[in-house]
């Protein structure tokens, strides 16, 4: 990833919490058919190893589980806000009308090895987990959980998923939230996303 050193992010607790919020992260492995990616809810367990570990599942019928080699290389991409920025936005392109579009964004990539966990213990206490976190998240008043359905439906749903593991390596972050714009400018964007309903990415960069 092209990553000039203003927009890098290196703090660990900064990373991991952008993985946390936007847990869905796009698996991305070599398999013998080339190039594939998943698309999976991931547990980060920070303490764990130098950089953490993450946690999840995939379905049985997935050729993935087929394909998964103990201890092959992987990238896991986590995204968070994003959205487009117009050189209108840009107080000093009134101005000098030296500004172009770009893309401001957030992402973090996950490097590790990746191994197979198929045990029914480990499926049980990852599900229970993150449909505890994921429930919470919702603000159900009355959540979800696995005791709601029947033991023998619960386990056959079990039996169709296997858990991965990936020790992280390493982490790498690109925060593009315009730290190369000058103060009045980036407060110009601000604005305009706050306009558009783009919160999230607004709040974000403030």
């Not at 107080?91 to 030296?98: I, L, N």
């Not at 925060?175 to 990415?201: C, H, I, P, T, Y």
Request: negative net charge; without cysteine.
């Amino acid at each position: 990833m092209y990553l000039p050193e203003h927009f890098a992010e290196d703090r660990p607790e900064q990373l991991h919490a952008l993985m946390r919020a936007y847990s869905l992260g796009a698996l991305v492995m070599h398999t013998d058919e080339g190039l594939d990616a998943n698309h999976i809810p991931f547990e980060l367990l920070a303490e764990q190893g130098a950089h953490g570990v993450l946690q999840g599942h995939i379905a049985r019928a997935n050729p993935l589980v087929q394909q998964i080699t103990d201890g092959a290389p992987v990238l896991v991409i986590f995204q968070g806000p994003h959205g487009y920025i117009s050189p209108n936005w840009y107080p000093s392109k009134h101005e000098t009308h030296r500004q172009v579009p770009t893309w401001n964004y957030q992402v973090v990539h996950a490097h590790g090895r990746i191994r197979l966990r198929d045990d029914e213990r480990f499926v049980r206490g990852l599900v229970a987990r993150l449909t505890r976190e994921h429930e919470a998240q919702a603000g159900s008043e009355r959540p979800w959980k696995m005791t709601d359905s029947s033991p023998d439906y619960i386990s056959e749903m079990l039996a169709k998923i296997v858990g991965i593991e990936i020790e992280i390596e390493s982490l790498v972050g690109k925060f593009k939230l315009s730290q190369n714009k000058a103060a009045a400018d980036v407060a110009g964007v601000v604005d305009a996303l706050d306009e558009r309903g783009q919160k999230m990415l607004a709040d974000t960069m403030r």
